[in-house]
């Protein structure tokens, strides 16, 4: 497989503050990589990096083998999907034309093409299709964001980005949510990374799960090498708050394998 997306020695600081430093990261194509540390950490500015929303101070990003720092800024963002908490959808728009933005560009002569596309994505997130012609204030902070997750994956890209995307969905929508995107994982192969405060979350979504501490990669691992060895008291304090009623790694693995089993 090859990397999809490399992080080389990048440091980024405002003014004499460290933000990130010494970061190295390497992610496979079609890994799902979940990505959690405390607040302020740098996950937001890593993320906004690989689509140039960011720039480093020092360091270079590669993205399918291509430094970011040579391309075309619009040309990398038509196959990199950006969806973040809190709404970004374009005001002025429905719901159907947010999430037909970029398949309209794509598929300009194809209307109906179009229009199965966003009943197809809408139906994936769960939002009823009443909702079309609805404009982004007059739906749920809930509902906002499910039409964000509808339209980054309504590009079809090959990169995925998600900042904390269920952060403003119930538990239950919540669920669904993450079985839906473990399932477009699986069937489209696309490289997710998924930022969450959750670390039940980060464990169950994750091929491998990534956490920061201060700017830094504390351990980039297997969600089941995370739970059995995890490599700080850092880590371990983390994966000791799930919320699961298991006790031992073992037990909690069996969870884990479960729920992915489930889908
Ligand atoms: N434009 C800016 N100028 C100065 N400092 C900034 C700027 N943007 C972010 N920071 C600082 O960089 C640090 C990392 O921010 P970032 O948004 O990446 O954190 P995060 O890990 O995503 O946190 P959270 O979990 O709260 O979303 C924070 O201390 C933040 O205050
Ligand atoms: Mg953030």
């Given at each position: ?49 690989i689509n140039g ?10 993205v ?12 990398l963002r038509r196959n990199i999907g950006y ?69 980054a994956?309504?590009a079809?890209p090959d990169i995925l980005l ?102």
């Amino acid at each position: 497989m090859s990397t999809a997306i490399e992080f080389k020695n990048i440091k980024k600081a405002y003014k004499n503050q460290i933000i990130l430093e010494e970061f190295n990261l390497s992610v496979t194509q079609g890994e799902f990589v979940t990505i959690i540390g405390s607040s302020g950490c740098g996950k937001t500015t890593a993320l906004k990096m690989i689509n140039g929303l960011i720039k480093p101070t020092s360091g270079d990003i590669f993205v399918d083998g291509e430094n970011i720092r040579d391309k075309n800024l619009t040309e990398l963002r038509r196959n990199i999907g950006y969806a973040i908490q809190g709404s970004v959808l374009f005001p002025h728009m429905t719901v159907e034309q947010n999430i037909s933005y970029v398949p309209n560009l794509i598929n300009k002569k194809n209307k109906e093409k179009t229009t199965m596309a966003v009943s197809k994505w809408m139906n994936i997130v769960g939002l009823d299709e009443e909702l079309k012609d609805r404009y982004p204030s007059e739906l749920s902070g809930g509902q906002q964001q499910r039409v964000g997750i509808a339209r980054a994956l309504a590009a079809s890209p090959d990169i995925l980005l998600m900042d904390e995307p269920f952060g403003a969905v119930d538990e239950i929508t919540r669920g669904q949510l993450q079985n839906e995107l473990k399932q477009i994982h699986q069937k489209t192969g696309i490289t997710i990374l998924f930022v969450t405060h959750d670390i039940s979350e980060a464990l169950k979504l994750g091929t491998k799960v990534l956490v920061m501490d201060k700017g830094k990669i504390v351990q980039y691992d297997e969600p089941k090498t995370l739970l059995r060895s995890p490599n700080t008291d850092f880590v371990k304090q983390l994966v000791d708050q799930e919320r699961c009623t298991c006790h031992f790694p073992d037990e909690r693995l069996t969870v884990l394998e479960q729920w992915r089993d489930s889908i």
